[in-house]
């Protein structure tokens, strides 16, 4: 168990990004009364690790031509639809490669120094994700965005840090309405250079992403991976509703610098919510017949094997005949876990419906 709780936190997630990274993303920014100690500590442990990245670039020079063998697979669909599950079983299969939690903070630190930035980091972080009681593991497969945020300044998880502009980091770098090509190419670059190192890293032969963010980026990740394979989860807009409200309030604690009401935040997560949910109906023709596969949750939860089995064979994926154990056994594990449940308040119903009715409509749920 780790020693630290996770809403106690002293420093956040920037503490593993480069120098340069953390001084664009923080400069001309407002930190707000109460979070200067953490802002300051943060800095400066990342002002005295990032003195070892010209070591990890000298390594990765051994790697960057490296070709990337087969084009990833991506876990898409808003937070809070089930795509943690689905990523989780997924890696049962050791053809895929995938970005664990500990790159995710020190992405700068993966071949270089790992095995004792990693060791400290089993020691000190939570055991348990907030508001799920799912498990965290240093080696744990963990969706990448966190990564791409200590990686570069463009990244829509900006706005956990700075939420007042949670909005408009929506707008420049989770749909890309407002990016410049400049940004678009760093991005580019950048998530690379972030699959290369994770496959490296996990001895995999395929990418497996887990993002939501990405699915805003349908256009982009197919300018890099024209033959990518696509996962698009839906789940029940009311329940999505409950639980994103959850997780955004608790897991945005630790890492924030700058105070928010709460109900700014849920006003803002409905907001995005709508504008993800259009991009995505905008560019998933993009993708190439065969190569995207849209799932319920709630039918892939109901029997994930047979529909882990569906998954690979529409998909047209390798390896299921081989990592068929694997993923029984991980399912059979999961067997007595117990989610949340939600009771639907009256406040609830009405957001849903006036705001999130496309989703009620399109997937067809219903109270």
């Not at 994700?129 to 829509?156: G, H, K």
């Not at 190192?197 to 995999?204: D, K």
């Not at 807009?237 to 897991?251: A, C, G, K, L, W």
């Not at 596969?293 to 039918?299: A, N, V």
């Amino acid at each position: 168990m780790g020693v630290l709780e996770f809403d106690k936190l002293p420093i956040n997630t920037l503490v593993g990004a480069d120098w340069d990274t953390f001084k664009k993303v923080t400069a001309n920014q407002t930190i707000d009364k109460g979070y200067r100690n953490k802002f300051y500590l943060t800095k400066g442990v990342c002002r005295l690790l990032s003195l070892l990245e010209p070591l990890e670039d000298r390594r990765y020079r051994k790697y960057a031509d490296n070709s990337i063998e087969m084009d990833p697979l991506f876990v898409l669909g808003h937070w809070r639809s089930g795509t943690t599950f689905v990523h989780n079983v997924l890696a049962c299969d050791k053809h895929f490669g995938y970005t664990t939690t500990y790159q995710t903070v020190f992405p700068h630190l993966m071949l270089w120094g790992q095995p004792f930035f990693k060791k400290s980091m089993a020691y000190l972080m939570p055991d348990k994700r907030p508001t799920d009681n799912m498990e965290l593991r240093v080696d744990f497969p963990q969706e990448e965005e966190f990564a791409l945020s200590n990686m570069m300044p463009y990244s829509y998880y900006n706005f956990w840090f700075f939420p007042q502009r949670m909005l408009e980091y929506c707008d420049r770098y989770l749909t890309f309405e407002k990016i410049t090509e400049e940004e678009r190419k760093v991005f580019k670059d950048t998530f690379l250079k972030l699959v290369k190192v994770s496959l490296w890293n996990t001895h995999g032969t395929q990418f497996l992403s887990k993002n939501p963010p990405h699915t805003g980026r349908v256009k982009t990740l197919l300018e890099m991976f024209p033959n990518a394979k696509f996962i698009y989860l839906k789940r029940n807009p009311y329940t999505v509703y409950e639980s994103t409200r959850s997780f955004f309030t608790n897991t945005i604690k630790p890492l924030k610098l700058q105070n928010l009401p709460d109900e700014v935040l849920v006003h803002n997560f409905v907001e995005v919510y709508k504008r993800l949910f259009y991009k995505f109906e905008e560019e998933k023709h993009l993708i190439p017949e065969g190569n995207l596969i849209e799932l319920k949750f709630e039918d892939f939860e109901s029997d994930a094997f047979s529909m882990t089995e569906e998954i690979y064979n529409k998909l047209n994926l390798p390896g299921f005949h081989e990592a068929r154990g694997s993923i029984e056994k991980y399912l059979d594990k999961k067997k007595g876990y117990k989610k949340n449940s939600y009771k639907y308040e009256d406040k609830t119903i009405k957001t849903v419906e006036e705001n999130w009715g496309m989703a009620l409509k399109e997937w067809g749920y219903s109270l």
